[in-house]
């Protein structure tokens, strides 16, 4: 019995020193989440901004400019997941991993050829440990992410859109995130960030299009100074919303961690008394049963 009261005591010992790690890892995400939802809503506006100015100038002028059509001399499709660094934040990387291999076999499903982009070591891993080429990987501090980390995917996607086909060039730019939708819902998605899909402000077939713009130089160049800079901003954006979703979600795992921590003391707790109590009856018995022998004798 004592050596149950020990295994006992041990286990709450170790049980309660993971409730502190889960309570810390709780505290630190509930600290940095408010931050993490302020970058979001300050990066949106500039986003939307400057998705409606290129939609305006793709709209309002009649320049066929190759970010803006489809490609047809390759199949390939460049597809980046937004995962995280580290684990312990529920089926937040998990859940966006399966969104990119549903997307993966769609596309394959439709004679595409997936070149695959990972940021986050959880897809990192994923991908290494099946042996599956990734054409761009970027990992370090995924819940807090720096606008040169934007600009570094971007280039490499921007690289890959442009370039020919016997180069290995995409005809596509799809991108998994998750998207904050609040504390309590975070929900991956799909977005193709290239070729742009323009779809504000179409008129009518039977309506003429009033130009509302004058482009100076051009249209073109305006349209080639713009589109680096949208794609940069809308993968800004899709960091920083998959880093709030992440970081809800460790809050949530952790605080759900803490609570089956309690539950697990309260259990071996429960045990040990009974351990102990058991003991202590055992004990009772072996006096009496000594003190009715002397008697006896």
């Known amino acids: 019995m004592g050596g149950q009261q020990r295994v006992y005591r041990q286990k709450i010992r170790s049980t309660q020193s993971l409730k502190k790690i889960f309570r810390a890892m709780e505290l630190i995400a509930a600290s940095r989440i ?17 998705t409606r100015a290129i939609s305006a ?8 400019h190759p970010l803006t059509s489809k490609r047809t001399d390759t199949n390939k499709v460049a597809v980046l997941v937004v995962s995280a660094d580290r684990g312990m934040a529920g089926a937040y990387s998990a859940n966006a991993i399966r969104a990119a291999e549903r997307l993966r076999l769609n596309l394959e499903r439709d004679g595409k050829e997936v070149v695959q982009y990972a940021a986050g070591r959880r897809a990192v891993s994923y991908y290494s440990f099946r042996h599956r080429e990734l054409a761009g990987k970027w990992t370090g501090a995924s819940d807090s992410p720096v606008v040169e980390t934007a600009t570094e995917i971007a280039d490499a996607l921007y690289e890959a859109f442009t370039a020919a086909a016997e180069d290995g ?3 596509e730019i799809q991108i998994v995130y998750t998207h904050f939708t609040s504390m309590v819902t975070q929900e991956p998605r799909v977005i193709r960030l290239l070729p742009l899909e323009i779809v504000e402000g179409v008129a ?18 305006v349209l080639d100074t713009l589109l680096p800079r949208y794609i940069q901003a809308r993968i800004y954006s899709c960091l920083l919303q998959s880093a709030a979703s992440e970081l809800a979600s460790r809050q949530r795992a952790m605080n759900t961690a803490v609570s089956n921590a309690e539950d697990i003391i309260r259990q071996y707790t429960r045990l040990a008394n009974t351990a102990r109590q058991s003991e202590i009856t055992q004990e009772i018995s072996e006096i009496v049963s000594g003190a009715d022998a002397l008697a006896a004798s």
């Not at 100038?57 to 066929?64: E, K, L, N, P, T």
């Open 204 to 221: 009518e077939p039977d309506e003429e299009v009033e130009p509302l713009y004058e482009f100076e130089p051009s249209a073109e160049e």
């Open 169 to 171: 060039g995409v005809s």
């Open 34 to 50: 408010g931050k993490a939802r302020a970058r979001v809503a300050a990066a949106t506006p500039y986003s939307q901004a400057i």
């Open 57 to 64: 100038v793709s709209i309002h002028s009649d320049v066929d």
